[in-house]
């Protein structure tokens, strides 16, 4: 599998910052987080705007011959598929993604308020409709026409981190 230019895709906490790094480190290539995009500096309370959030993960994607890009937001993932030389979806088990949400604790400026928020949207990666949940996860993965992957327990994200470090 050509990591290239990889994006990782999965439901909150489910490892894809972790993967991300060390994939990262790997080709020494800069990592995206979408957060990063989706959200105004400062915080999770103000959303940029959708035309400027693609905007700038078009840029992130061309911006470098390669790259590793993750994110929960399917609707920002798809506008740099046509760049991605391989997809990776996390899909592990909604409790455990809280568990490790609640080992990584809050982060970025957020909230106790703001997280436990994410908490109970995680829980619902599966139920909720939309680009950010399973079933649009589903859809990216199963539209990528290149090299892809999909996880499904930490066994498995950690053996391939071990294998991604190979490189």
């Not at 399917?74 to 979806?89: D, F, K, N, Q």
Request: hydrophobic share 35%; charged share 25%; aromatic share 8%.
């Amino acid at each position: 599998m050509n990591l290239t230019r990889t994006l990782i895709i999965g439901n909150s906490g489910s490892g894809k910052s972790w993967l991300a790094e060390r994939i990262a480190g790997s080709l020494q290539a800069p990592h995206l987080d979408l957060d990063l995009i989706h959200w105004e500096p400062g915080g999770f309370n103000v959303a940029r705007g959708r035309e400027r959030a693609i905007e700038l993960a078009r840029e992130a994607a061309t911006g470098s011959s390669s790259w590793v890009i993750e994110g929960i937001y399917g609707w920002l993932a798809r506008e740099v598929t046509s760049m991605t030389t391989a997809l990776i979806w996390l899909c592990l088990d909604e409790a455990e993604c809280a568990v490790n949400l609640k080992q990584r604790g809050v982060r970025r400026g957020g909230t106790d308020d703001s997280f436990n928020a994410l908490l109970s949207w995680s829980e619902t990666y599966r139920t909720r409709e939309g680009s950010s949940s399973h079933s649009g996860h589903e859809r990216l993965f199963n539209d990528f026409p290149g090299a892809k992957t999909c996880l499904r327990q930490r066994s498995e994200v950690t053996a391939f981190a071990d294998l991604s470090s190979k490189l």
